[in-house]
């Protein structure tokens, strides 16, 4: 079993890894003032698509919150 001062240790030396190296990364990518953002146009069947797709997975995660846990005992 992992102990509890194990578990500190080893989760304070990978906040420090990815911190150390996320730092480090940050400093690497060169900074490019004179580029713009390009607006792309989407097709509206795929924005259609995409926001239909939303709505059903949002529907579906209120179903299985609202109805599906509703035969459970009662305390």
Known sequence: MI???QLWSSLISLGLFLGINTSVQAVEIP???TQQF???????ALKAGVTLVGLGLIS??????????ANGKKV
């Open 38 to 44: 390009q607006k792309i146009e989407q097709p509206l």
């Open 3 to 5: 102990t509890q001062k």
């Open 31 to 33: 900074i490019n003032k």
């Open 60 to 69: 579906l995660e209120l179903w299985w919150f609202l109805f599906s846990k």
